[in-house]
C-alpha cells in the first residue's frame, strides 16, 4: 500500500478491479463519471462518489485508444485499433452510435467546446468532422503522418493536430474549408498543449525535446537535454508553469517572463522510472505525476515553489491518472488492472 | 547495467524480401508451427494470413527521420506507435514478428529498436531474416539497393523456391550472398520450408561458425575471386569463357607440383597480378609460368577459346580475377570433355563486386578495453555509420567472467553482459561489419588499438 512520507493525508475512498492495463481515465465535466478504458478494449463507467461500476462496455475489438466527454456529460465518445468510434450514453447499456473513424486505428476524439456538440476524429493521417446524429460534415487529411494529438484553443475557435513535422491548425468556423495554417518542426511530435491563457503551444518530441511556440506570431523555442522522449506534459491553470516528464524526473518550465528561452527549468524531486503521465489540478495547485515503476508523487504549487505533499508505491502499478474536475480527487489507473481514487485531505 | 542477468526483453524477429519470396508463406508456417508461444505479428503487407492465437496488426510503414545531437537515422514511428501499445497489455506476447514491404530497406525497422528508449528496454532485435527468390535474385541484385540492403542486413538468409533453378545455380547465389554477407546464416527452401530454429532465437552470433562456412571471410583481400587446380592431361586442354560482366578478365596460370600447397602458388599469383599484364585475344595461346594474362572478351560475341600450353602433362593453378561462373569458365581436355579442378577455393576478393556491400570480421586473442572501445566506435560511426549496415561483436573484457555481447545498426549500438564464458571455450574478442566499401586494414587497427 502508499506509504506517507509527509503529513499530508491521502486516504483511497475506493478502488476497482480491472482485467487489463488502464489506457485511458476521464472525468465527465460535471464530475460524476469516471470513464475508463482499458488496453485491451473493454470501457467501464464508475461513479466518482462510490466506485460503483455503472456500465461495462465491451469497447473496441483489438484495443480502446481513446475516450473524450461532450461538454454536457450526455456523451462518452471512444476510438479504438478496429477503426471505430463509438458513442455511448451513461444510462444505457448498449452502444448509442457507431461510426466509421478511417482505415486506420482511431487515436483521437475530441468533442468541440461549443455548444454545436460535434465530435472530432483523428484515424491514421486523416481527421474526420461529426454530428452527434451521425452526420460526417468533413474529413481532411493535413498532415502526411499519422495524428498523435489534437488539442483546442482554449479561447479561439482552433483545433491543433499534431503528427511528424507539423502541428496543423485548423479553423473551426471555416469547416467547409479549412485554414492552412500550421507550424513546423522536423522531428515527430509526440503531443500538443496550448497554455491555458492561449498564448503558447508545445509539443513533445520524439528526438528528447520539447518545441514551443507563441500564438499567433508563432516565434519557435526548443527545450532540448532530455533524456526520452516527452510523453507527459500539462500546463498550470494560471499558465505560469509547463511540466514535463522525461526518464525518471519531473521539469518545470517557468513561463511567468514570457518563454523561458536561455534560462534553466526546475527539476523536481526525482521518481524512479519513465515518466508515464502527469497533470495540475484543474482548479486547485496539486501537480501528480506517475511513472513505469508504478510511483506516485504530489507537488503543490504555491507561486514559484513546489513541495512535495506525498509519494508513495502503487500496487496496481501506474499508467495513467486524471484529477477530478471541482474536487481534491485524483482518479489512477495501474498497469496491473485497478483504478484507484486518491483523496487529499489538504 | 545487471551484471550478470539474461536479457528477458521480448525478442523482435525481423522478416524481409522482395515480393513473391515467400515471406507470407514462412510467416504462416511460423504461425501454425506447435511451438506454444503468443507471437503478435506487424504486416506491412495485407498478406492472407488469419490465425487464432497470433494477434495480427497491419500497419502502414511511416519512416521518420530523427536527428538526436551527432546521431541521425530513420526509424518506423507505426511500430513506435504500435509495439508501444502492445506492450503494456498484461497478456504478454513470446515474441514479436515485423513482416516489412518488399522494397523496404531494413535500416530503420532494425534502429527502431536501438532508438527509442522505451522500444530499446522492452523489446530486442533478435535477428532479421531475409528471404530470397533463387529464380529472380540474380536481377534483383542487379536492379535494387534495396534488394542488396536486405541481403547485408540479414541475420539468416533464406534461398527459397530452390527447386525452380538447378543446383550449380543455387551454389553461385549461395557464394555471392556469402561474400556480401559474412555473417548470415544460409538455409535452402522450398515452399519456405525451414527449420524454424534457424530462423527464430538468432541471438548471439557465433564468429566461429561464419568462418566455418566462410573461411575466406577473415583472410586477407586477394587481386582474385577463384583458384582451381586442374590435373591436365596430355595434348592440348582449352580455357573456355562466355561473355560477362566485365570485358576483361584477368587470369594467372601456374606450373604446380602434386605436393605443392594451393597457399604457395597463391602467393605467387598475387605477385603476379601486382605485375604488367599480357594482353590475350581469343585463340591466343597461354603458358603456365610467370605471365599474368589480360584475356579480351569483348572482341567476339560467344566463345572464346584460349588454348592452354603446359610443357607437359602436369597440374596447374589457375587464379581468376572473377568468380568463373559469372563467365562460365571451364577448363576442356584434349576430347574437349570438361574438367573437374582437383580442389578450387573461392577468395576474398580486393575489388568491388557489381555491388560494394562486403563483410569484414575481426578475431582477435587479448581483451578488449571497453573505455577505448566505445570512443573508437563513437567516431567510427559518427563517420561511416551511413555505410556500416551492421555490426555485430562478442568480446572478451579483461577480469570479466561474462561474455560481452553487443549489436549495432547505422550509428546505434547496445551491449549487454552475456553468459558466462565456459571453461573449454577460448575467451576470444570478435567483431564482424557487414557494409558499403568497407576498409577492412582500418577496421582491424582500430579495433586492435583497443585491446587491452
Given at each position: 500500500?502508499?506509504?506517507?512520507?509527509?503529513?499530508?493525508?491521502?486516504?483511497?475512498?475506493?478502488?476497482?478491479?480491472?482485467?487489463?492495463?488502464?489506457?485511458?481515465?476521464?472525468?465527465?465535466?460535471?464530475?460524476?463519471?469516471?470513464?475508463?478504458?482499458?488496453?485491451?478494449?473493454?470501457?467501464?463507467?464508475?461513479?466518482?462518489?462510490?466506485?460503483?461500476?455503472?456500465?461495462?462496455?465491451?469497447?473496441?475489438?483489438?484495443?480502446?485508444?481513446?475516450?473524450?466527454?461532450?461538454?454536457?456529460?450526455?456523451?462518452?465518445?471512444?476510438?479504438?485499433?478496429?477503426?471505430?468510434?463509438?458513442?455511448?450514453?451513461?444510462?444505457?447499456?448498449?452502444?448509442?452510435?457507431?461510426?466509421?473513424?478511417?482505415?486506420?486505428?482511431?487515436?483521437?476524439?475530441?468533442?468541440?467546446?461549443?455548444?454545436?456538440?460535434?465530435?472530432?476524429?483523428?484515424?491514421?493521417?486523416?481527421?474526420?468532422?461529426?454530428?452527434?446524429?451521425?452526420?460526417?460534415?468533413?474529413?481532411?487529411?493535413?498532415?502526411?503522418?499519422?495524428?498523435?494529438?489534437?488539442?483546442?484553443?482554449?479561447?479561439?475557435?482552433?483545433?491543433?493536430?499534431?503528427?511528424?513535422?507539423?502541428?496543423?491548425?485548423?479553423?473551426?468556423?471555416?469547416?467547409?474549408?479549412?485554414?492552412?495554417?500550421?507550424?513546423?518542426?522536423?522531428?515527430?511530435?509526440?503531443?500538443?498543449?496550448?497554455?491555458?491563457?492561449?498564448?503558447?503551444?508545445?509539443?513533445?518530441?520524439?528526438?528528447?525535446?520539447?518545441?514551443?511556440?507563441?500564438?499567433?506570431?508563432?516565434?519557435?523555442?526548443?527545450?532540448?537535454?532530455?533524456?526520452?522522449?516527452?510523453?507527459?506534459?500539462?500546463?498550470?491553470?494560471?499558465?505560469?508553469?509547463?511540466?514535463?516528464?522525461?526518464?525518471?524526473?519531473?521539469?518545470?518550465?517557468?513561463?511567468?517572463?514570457?518563454?523561458?528561452?536561455?534560462?534553466?527549468?526546475?527539476?523536481?524531486?526525482?521518481?524512479?522510472?519513465?515518466?508515464?503521465?502527469?497533470?495540475?489540478?484543474?482548479?486547485?495547485?496539486?501537480?501528480?505525476?506517475?511513472?513505469?515503476?508504478?510511483?506516485?508523487?504530489?507537488?503543490?504549487?504555491?507561486?514559484?515553489?513546489?513541495?512535495?505533499?506525498?509519494?508513495?508505491?502503487?500496487?496496481?502499478?501506474?499508467?495513467?491518472?486524471?484529477?477530478?474536475?471541482?474536487?481534491?480527487?485524483?482518479?489512477?489507473?495501474?498497469?496491473?488492472?485497478?483504478?484507484?481514487?486518491?483523496?487529499?485531505?489538504? | 547495467?545487471?551484471?550478470?542477468?539474461?536479457?528477458?526483453?521480448?525478442?523482435?524477429?525481423v522478416l524481409t524480401g522482395f515480393l513473391g519470396a515467400g515471406k507470407t508463406t514462412l510467416l504462416n508456417r511460423i504461425l501454425t508451427e506447435q511451438h506454444g508461444q503468443r507471437i503478435a505479428v506487424i504486416e506491412n503487407e495485407f498478406g492472407e494470413i488469419g490465425i487464432d492465437q497470433a494477434l495480427v496488426i497491419n500497419a502502414e510503414e511511416e519512416i521518420f527521420e530523427m536527428n538526436n545531437g551527432c546521431l541521425c537515422c530513420t526509424v518506423r514511428g507505426d511500430l513506435i506507435r504500435i509495439l508501444?501499445?502492445?506492450?503494456?497489455?498484461?497478456?504478454?506476447?513470446?515474441?514479436?514478428?515485423?513482416?516489412?514491404?518488399?522494397?523496404?530497406?531494413?535500416?530503420?525497422?532494425?534502429?527502431?529498436?536501438?532508438?527509442?528508449?522505451?522500444?530499446?528496454?522492452?523489446?530486442?532485435?533478435?535477428?532479421?531474416?531475409?528471404?530470397?527468390?533463387?529464380?529472380?535474385?540474380?536481377?534483383?541484385?542487379?536492379?535494387?539497393?534495396?534488394?542488396?540492403?536486405?541481403?547485408?542486413?540479414?541475420?539468416?538468409?533464406?534461398?527459397?523456391?530452390?527447386?525452380?533453378?538447378?543446383?550449380?545455380?543455387?551454389?553461385?547465389?549461395?557464394?555471392?550472398?556469402?561474400?556480401?554477407?559474412?555473417?548470415?546464416?544460409?538455409?535452402?527452401?522450398?515452399?519456405?520450408?525451414?527449420?524454424?530454429?534457424?530462423?527464430?532465437?538468432?541471438?548471439?552470433?557465433?564468429?566461429?561458425?561464419?568462418?566455418?562456412?566462410?573461411?575466406?571471410?577473415?583472410?586477407?583481400?586477394?587481386?582474385?575471386?577463384?583458384?582451381?587446380?586442374?590435373?591436365?592431361?596430355?595434348?592440348?586442354?582449352?580455357?573456355?569463357?562466355?561473355?560477362?560482366?566485365?570485358?576483361?578478365?584477368?587470369?594467372?596460370?601456374?606450373?604446380?607440383?602434386?605436393?605443392?600447397?594451393?597457399?604457395?602458388?597463391?602467393?605467387?599469383?598475387?605477385?603476379?597480378?601486382?605485375?604488367?599484364?599480357?594482353?590475350?585475344?581469343?585463340?591466343?595461346?597461354?603458358?603456365?609460368?610467370?605471365?599474368?594474362?589480360?584475356?579480351?572478351?569483348?572482341?567476339?560475341?560467344?566463345?572464346?577459346?584460349?588454348?592452354?600450353?603446359?610443357?607437359?602433362?602436369?597440374?596447374?593453378?589457375?587464379?581468376?580475377?572473377?568468380?568463373?561462373?559469372?563467365?562460365?569458365?571451364?577448363?576442356?581436355?584434349?576430347?574437349?570433355?570438361?574438367?573437374?579442378?582437383?580442389?578450387?577455393?573461392?577468395?576474398?576478393?580486393?575489388?568491388?563486386?557489381?555491388?560494394?556491400?562486403?563483410?569484414?570480421?575481426?578475431?582477435?586473442?587479448?581483451?578488449?578495453?571497453?573505455?577505448?572501445?566505445?570512443?573508437?566506435?563513437?567516431?567510427?560511426?559518427?563517420?561511416?555509420?551511413?555505410?556500416?549496415?551492421?555490426?555485430?561483436?562478442?568480446?572478451?573484457?579483461?577480469?570479466?567472467?561474462?561474455?560481452?555481447?553487443?549489436?549495432?545498426?547505422?550509428?546505434?549500438?547496445?551491449?549487454?553482459?552475456?553468459?558466462?564464458?565456459?571453461?573449454?571455450?577460448?575467451?576470444?574478442?570478435?567483431?564482424?561489419?557487414?557494409?558499403?566499401?568497407?576498409?577492412?586494414?582500418?577496421?582491424?587497427?582500430?579495433?586492435?588499438?583497443?585491446?587491452?
Open positions: 500500500m502508499p506509504k506517507k512520507t509527509k503529513e499530508a493525508q491521502v486516504r483511497i475512498p475506493w478502488r476497482v478491479d480491472i482485467a487489463d492495463a488502464v489506457q485511458d481515465l476521464v472525468w465527465s465535466p460535471d464530475g460524476r463519471w469516471l470513464a475508463v478504458a482499458e488496453v485491451s478494449g473493454p470501457l467501464l463507467l464508475i461513479h466518482g462518489d462510490n466506485g460503483v461500476v455503472a456500465q461495462r462496455w465491451p469497447g473496441h475489438v483489438g484495443g480502446t485508444l481513446q475516450l473524450a466527454w461532450s461538454r454536457d456529460s450526455r456523451w462518452l465518445a471512444s476510438g479504438g485499433q478496429d477503426g471505430q468510434v463509438r458513442l455511448w450514453n451513461p444510462d444505457s447499456v448498449v452502444e448509442h452510435r457507431t461510426l466509421a473513424g478511417g482505415n486506420a486505428w482511431v487515436g483521437g476524439v475530441r468533442f468541440s467546446p461549443y455548444a454545436d456538440a460535434r465530435l472530432i476524429t483523428a484515424a491514421g493521417k486523416e481527421l474526420r468532422a461529426w454530428t452527434l446524429d451521425g452526420g460526417l460534415i468533413r474529413a481532411i487529411q493535413p498532415h502526411a503522418s499519422t495524428i498523435t494529438d489534437l488539442a483546442w484553443h482554449p479561447r479561439q475557435p482552433l483545433l491543433a493536430s499534431s503528427a511528424f513535422g507539423k502541428v496543423h491548425l485548423w479553423d473551426w468556423q471555416m469547416l467547409d474549408a479549412p485554414s492552412e495554417q500550421s507550424l513546423s518542426h522536423s522531428s515527430p511530435l509526440l503531443n500538443v498543449r496550448w497554455s491555458p491563457d492561449g498564448r503558447y503551444l508545445v509539443c513533445g518530441c520524439q528526438d528528447n525535446s520539447l518545441r514551443c511556440w507563441t500564438w499567433p506570431n508563432a516565434e519557435s523555442y526548443q527545450m532540448s537535454g532530455y533524456s526520452a522522449k516527452l510523453r507527459a506534459l500539462a500546463w498550470d491553470r494560471h499558465s505560469r508553469w509547463l511540466a514535463t516528464g522525461d526518464r525518471e524526473v519531473v521539469t518545470a518550465w517557468d513561463f511567468s517572463q514570457g518563454a523561458p528561452m536561455g534560462q534553466m527549468p526546475r527539476d523536481l524531486e526525482a521518481m524512479t522510472d519513465r515518466v508515464l503521465d502527469l497533470a495540475f489540478q484543474p482548479g486547485g495547485e496539486g501537480l501528480a505525476a506517475g511513472d513505469q515503476s508504478g510511483h506516485l508523487m504530489i507537488w503543490k504549487t504555491t507561486g514559484p515553489d513546489f513541495q512535495l505533499l506525498w509519494q508513495g508505491a502503487l500496487r496496481d502499478g501506474f499508467q495513467r491518472l486524471a484529477w477530478h474536475p471541482h474536487r481534491r480527487l485524483l482518479a489512477v489507473g495501474g498497469a496491473e488492472g485497478a483504478v484507484s481514487m486518491f483523496e487529499s485531505a489538504a | 547495467m545487471p551484471t550478470n542477468t539474461a536479457d528477458t526483453r521480448i525478442p523482435v524477429t508501444g501499445n502492445l506492450m503494456k497489455r498484461r497478456d504478454k506476447f513470446d515474441r514479436i514478428l515485423v513482416e516489412t514491404t518488399g522494397l523496404a530497406d531494413p535500416g530503420p525497422v532494425a534502429q527502431t529498436f536501438f532508438m527509442d528508449d522505451e522500444m530499446k528496454d522492452h523489446l530486442r532485435l533478435d535477428g532479421i531474416v531475409t528471404l530470397v527468390d533463387c529464380k529472380h535474385l540474380a536481377q534483383h541484385l542487379e536492379d535494387s539497393a534495396e534488394c542488396r540492403e536486405q541481403i547485408a542486413f540479414a541475420d539468416t538468409l533464406v534461398l527459397n523456391k530452390v527447386d525452380l533453378v538447378d543446383e550449380t545455380a543455387v551454389d553461385t547465389l549461395e557464394a555471392r550472398l556469402r561474400a556480401m554477407n559474412g555473417l548470415a546464416k544460409i538455409q535452402r527452401a522450398r515452399m519456405a520450408q525451414v527449420d524454424l530454429g534457424q530462423v527464430l532465437d538468432l541471438g548471439g552470433f557465433d564468429l566461429k561458425r561464419a568462418l566455418d562456412l566462410n573461411p575466406a571471410f577473415l583472410e586477407p583481400e586477394y587481386p582474385f575471386e577463384w583458384g582451381g587446380w586442374y590435373a591436365l592431361p596430355a595434348g592440348e586442354s582449352v580455357l573456355v569463357l562466355e561473355d560477362g560482366p566485365d570485358p576483361e578478365m584477368s587470369v594467372v596460370l601456374l606450373p604446380v607440383s602434386e605436393h605443392d600447397a594451393l597457399a604457395t602458388a597463391r602467393e605467387i599469383a598475387v605477385e603476379l597480378f601486382a605485375a604488367t599484364a599480357v594482353t590475350a585475344q581469343p585463340g591466343d595461346a597461354l603458358e603456365p609460368g610467370a605471365h599474368h594474362y589480360r584475356l579480351r572478351l569483348a572482341e567476339k560475341p560467344g566463345f572464346k577459346h584460349f588454348p592452354l600450353r603446359p610443357n607437359a602433362a602436369g597440374h596447374v593453378a589457375l587464379f581468376t580475377q572473377h568468380h568463373p561462373d559469372e563467365f562460365a569458365l571451364r577448363v576442356l581436355d584434349p576430347s574437349g570433355q570438361p574438367l573437374q579442378p582437383i580442389y578450387a577455393h573461392a577468395y576474398q576478393a580486393g575489388h568491388s563486386h557489381d555491388d560494394t556491400v562486403s563483410s569484414v570480421g575481426i578475431v582477435e586473442e587479448r581483451p578488449v578495453n571497453p573505455y577505448k572501445l566505445n570512443l573508437w566506435l563513437s567516431d567510427l560511426l559518427r563517420d561511416k555509420g551511413a555505410d556500416i549496415f551492421r555490426m555485430k561483436g562478442v568480446l572478451h573484457l579483461a577480469d570479466n567472467l561474462n561474455r560481452f555481447v553487443f549489436q549495432g545498426v547505422h550509428m546505434l549500438f547496445d551491449g549487454q553482459p552475456d553468459r558466462p564464458w565456459r571453461a573449454d571455450e577460448p575467451r576470444l574478442s570478435q567483431m564482424i561489419f557487414i557494409g558499403r566499401a568497407l576498409d577492412r586494414a582500418e577496421l582491424t587497427a582500430g579495433f586492435r588499438a583497443c585491446l587491452d
